[in-house]
């Protein structure tokens, strides 16, 4: 009834109040309706409904992410980033598990749709620059998480994964530079310009960035390897033999 007149979520205060059930009876309507793949919980007293046409689909957090964080989150300033905005812009073939969201403050929920959700705790002032929305959620543009995937590539689960995702996207060169600058990702912005000139994408040739000044820039902190070779033009190490990554790019 509810999805039909538009409703994207629901209460267990609306269900009690919509049909006149004690609080005990709307909490078993909701076990019930959960069970039958008709809702989805997606945090304490608030359910996602699945809109018409999709009952009995389960895999909501997949199909309405913006929907499901945007609830998860309530009035947290947030952004879904790194290794779940990397596939929501369809730069990865494989998703990552968790859902990882940035926000302002502390989330006390653990999953969404049975995948675990990783919350990242950022500055408020920082989490909306370079973010478009999704839905009724905020997503990180693909320049932004190019960016904070490379700088952090342990997040997205390694530079492979950072290599593939720049391969697969059309970033805009000066959106690129210009959040390094304003979000202090130059680091993210150093390997993103080496992965591309060594691996022949020519996708960022026209970013000149000056000369790295003392010891070079590891390409993967994670990777213990110190055997590869020195992307000079930008100052960073690469932690194995280029074709390794080639591969990934090219499969």
């Known amino acids: 009834m509810l999805a039909a ?3 994207t979520s629901v209460s267990t205060d609306e269900v009690r109040e919509r049909l006149g059930l004690s609080p005990q009876a709307a909490s078993n309507v909701l076990a019930r309706l959960t069970r039958d793949g008709l809702v989805e919980r997606v945090r304490r007293g608030r359910y996602l409904l699945h809109p018409l046409g999709e009952l009995g689909v389960a895999a909501t957090a997949s199909d309405r992410l913006g929907e499901a964080v945007a609830l998860a989150v309530g009035d947290r300033e947030h952004r879904i980033a790194y290794r779940t905005a990397l ?9 990552g598990r968790r859902i990882q969201v940035a926000v302002s403050r502390r989330l006390y929920v653990e999953e969404i749709g049975g995948r675990p959700l990783e919350s990242i705790i950022e500055t408020p002032a920082k989490i909306h620059i370079g973010a478009e929305a999704l839905g009724l959620a905020w997503i990180s543009t693909i320049e932004r998480v ?3 995937s490379a700088h952090l590539p342990r997040r997205v689960g390694g530079i492979a994964t950072v290599a593939e995702a720049l391969a697969a996207g059309q970033p805009s060169t000066a959106e690129l530079v210009k959040l390094s600058k304003r979000l202090h990702l130059e680091t993210g912005l150093r390997r993103l310009v080496s992965l591309d000139d060594q691996l022949g994408l020519g996708k960022l040739a ?3 960035l000056p000369t790295r000044i003392g010891r070079p820039l590891a390409l993967d902190p994670s990777d213990p390897r110190d055997d590869g070779p020195i992307d000079t033009r930008v100052g960073v190490r690469w932690s194995g033999p280029i074709e390794e990554l080639a591969e990934v790019v090219n499969q």
């Open 5 to 7: 007149e538009g409703f």
């Open 87 to 95: 596939h929501e812009h369809g730069l990865l073939t494989r998703p």
């Open 146 to 148: 190019l960016l904070e």
């Open 206 to 208: 026209a970013i000149d």
